[in-house]
């Protein structure tokens, strides 16, 4: 481990300047502008992105090679009604955190790497190469009108990076003890089953959808997708929903809905996990329908350059070797693995979405230290 004096630029007020901004997906309310503000002084074009309601931004520093790119999103989760010790967006500082919506993530990730890059800057403007963030809006909602639209600019622009850096929250026990060389494909579908809606008294002028939607249940509950492989968990199937639209106790329902939700690794494709729902269901109820929405293919990026100067970083400025992991839920490398490899790194997530969000001071620091080594290692 090497020993280190701490970041010269502290990320401490950007990312509360950030928490600030009630950017509950897909409302902007100034964040972009937060990121903006920290770039322009440094020398970066800045591209406002609008697609459709979502607000995005691609800036870029230098026009050579290698092009580094950090992704991230400026929109949170809702607070919820109640339960804070804080405001969510006052971004509090108490106990050695800073607190508030977004304070894991992603906000404290993005004012990491803004601090970190001001400090590379400083020691190196004339560093080869060229450095880019993309910063969306729309990572927490539907993901239509965010990173994948960019992307799209991008490469119509000229602006392909070499390869990508994802801000999300990967630690946990301690800060860089995991990053995510890949992720799982997901894919949500809806099952409806019709029926004959009537009274229970008169079964026989009735269809009642529920016993088919049962054993559609269990045979989907039976299915083995896998066993894993060496870099994934199996496959996993979970029924997320299962209702249907009366509310009386005597009438049985015109139909039966359940909708599940499959994570899945790179041994399938969405549209293959699909089929294999639609077949089963059709062979107990043919009438039924099946609905799908394919969030994102599982991906890996292979051992490699980024690999080593991620490592690298971490060890020098932690002292630890991180695991690498394809775990926990998705991420926008889901559409930057398309155009060049691609690591998630970022604050510990024991609280993302929870009540008092919250990331350690100390951890800020610490991550600008990684993030700035990082870059110095890309660009030299």
């Known amino acids: ?58 800036a870029r520093r230098g026009t050579g090679a290698p092009h580094f790119c950090y992704a991230g999103h400026t929109d949170v989760v809702p607070p919820g009604d ?29 004012a990491a790497f803004l601090a970190g890059l001001a400090d590379f800057i400083e020691a190196r403007p004339d560093h080869t190469g060229s450095v880019s963030l993309l910063i969306t809006g729309d990572e927490e909602g539907l993901a239509v009108d965010g990173t994948v639209r960019v992307l799209e600019w991008m490469a119509a622009n000229g602006h392909t990076p070499d390869m990508a850096l994802v801000g999300e ?39 009642n959808p529920i016993p088919r939607l049962g054993r559609i249940l269990t045979a989907l509950g039976a299915l083995h997708l896998d066993d894993g ?12 929903a299962v209702g249907t639209p009366t509310k009386a106790t005597n009438i049985v329902p015109g139909a039966a809905t359940a909708q599940l939700n499959i994570r899945f690794n790179d041994l399938h494709r969405g549209e293959e996990l699909v089929e294999l729902v639609r077949r089963t269901v059709a062979q107990i109820a043919p009438a039924a329908r099946v609905e799908a929405r394919i969030s994102g293919e599982a991906f890996l990026t292979p051992p490699g350059p980024l690999h080593e100067l991620v490592t690298q970083a ?9 695991a690498l992991s394809t775990s926990g839920g998705t991420s926008d490398g889901r559409f930057l693995i ?34 700035a080594r990082i870059i110095r290692s890309a660009l030299g």
């Open 1 to 58: 481990m090497t020993e280190a004096a701490g970041p010269a630029t502290d990320p401490l007020p950007i990312a509360q300047a950030l928490i600030r901004c009630r950017s509950v997906t897909p409302a902007d309310d100034g964040a972009l502008g937060v990121v903006e503000d920290a770039l322009r002084p440094l020398g970066f074009a800045c591209h406002r992105l609008r697609f459709g309601e979502v607000e995005n931004l691609f």
């Open 82 to 110: 109640k339960g804070w010790t804080d405001d969510p967006f006052a971004a509090a500082v108490r106990d050695g955190a800073l607190h508030g919506r977004g304070a894991c993530d992603m906000k404290g990730g993005i």
């Open 169 to 207: 929250p990967t630690s946990r026990a301690r800060l860089g003890d995991i990053v995510k060389i890949g992720r799982r494909g997901t894919v949500n579908m809806w099952i409806t089953v019709p029926g004959t809606q009537g009274h229970v008294a008169y079964p026989h002028r009735t269809d």
């Open 229 to 240: 492989t060496g870099a994934f968990d199996a496959s996993n199937l979970e029924f997320t």
């Open 314 to 322: 971490i060890r020098e400025e932690t002292g630890i070797t991180p």
């Open 338 to 371: 398309k155009l060049c490899p691609v690591i998630d790194l970022g604050l510990p997530n024991a609280t993302m979405h929870k009540l008092d969000e919250a990331a350690a001071i100390e951890d800020l620091h610490k991550l600008t230290a990684i993030y």
